[in-house]
């Protein structure tokens, strides 16, 4: 269903429309995704194949992954949902979806989603980079064509930034008792960082936000 759900935002983007789950060019797209792209002929066809191909294997199952561990930390922690819930009630009500425009005026879900991609990073390494030629780096060279792998859960579970690193505690990315906002952290690089940080953080970000809240506030 995730895999349906993400699948379908970037079907908005490439094809301008949305489809039902059980329609079949859907299913055909998500099928020829899974399974084999080699049959594209063609040049031309074949790049544009794979820019729209790249957005759905980097957009789909990542979102539907960072969306299915927060689920199961909820579920780990009632509390947590309680409180997600009760934000949730409090702010959007029952009559209505909620609006990426809710956002700034939602602090604990988006801390608790922010908690989850932390604690379980959807790509624990990134993904692989070659240096260009050689560089320094706190202290180390690194020769030209090395292959390298940044650490991201190492960043997400250093004892030295993070109190606890191991417990769910959204409350870690909130300051302002009285008045709650999201607390940055540099430490936080689900997306990985500088010149080649995810293309689609912003838009993984939203979604995954307006998700979160979807599933949430239809299961209170
Ligand atoms: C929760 C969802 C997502 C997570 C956690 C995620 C995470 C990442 C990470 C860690 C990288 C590697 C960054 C690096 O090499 O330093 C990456 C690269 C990339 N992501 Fe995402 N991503 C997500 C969603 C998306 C979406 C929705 C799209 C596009 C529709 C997307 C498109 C890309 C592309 C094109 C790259 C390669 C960028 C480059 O090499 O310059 N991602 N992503």
């Not at 070659?130 to 250093?158: C, E, K, M, Y």
């Not at 004892?159 to 909130?174: A, H, M, S």
């Amino acid at each position: 269903m995730l895999n349906n759900t993400t699948a379908n935002v970037i079907c908005r983007i490439v094809f301008g429309r949305r489809f039902e789950y059980d329609d079949e060019e859907l299913q055909g797209i998500l099928r020829g995704f899974f399974e084999n792209f080699s049959t594209i002929s063609g040049i031309y066809r074949r790049r544009i194949c794979r820019v729209v191909l790249d957005f759905f294997a980097a957009g789909t199952e990542t979102t539907s992954t960072a969306l299915s561990w927060a689920i199961l930390y909820l579920c780990l922690y009632p509390d947590v949902q309680t409180k997600v819930q009760s934000e949730l009630d409090t702010v959007v009500g029952r009559g209505r979806q909620p609006a990426i425009s809710d956002r700034a005026r939602l602090p604990y879900c988006e801390a608790t989603l922010m908690e989850s991609m932390r604690i379980r990073p959807v790509l624990p390494l990134s993904l692989p980079h070659t240096t260009s030629r050689s560089v320094s780096l706190g202290g180390f060279t690194i020769p030209q064509g090395n292959d390298h792998h940044p650490n991201i859960w190492a960043a997400h579970h250093d004892p030295e930034v993070w109190d606890d690193p191991d417990d769910f505690r959204p409350e870690r990315f909130l300051e302002n008792h009285d008045s709650p906002t999201v607390k940055k952290n540099d430490s936080w690089i689900p997306f990985g960082l500088g010149r080649r940080e995810c293309l689609g953080a912003q838009l993984a970000k939203m979604e995954s936000f307006l998700l979160f809240r979807d599933l949430n506030s239809n299961s209170s």
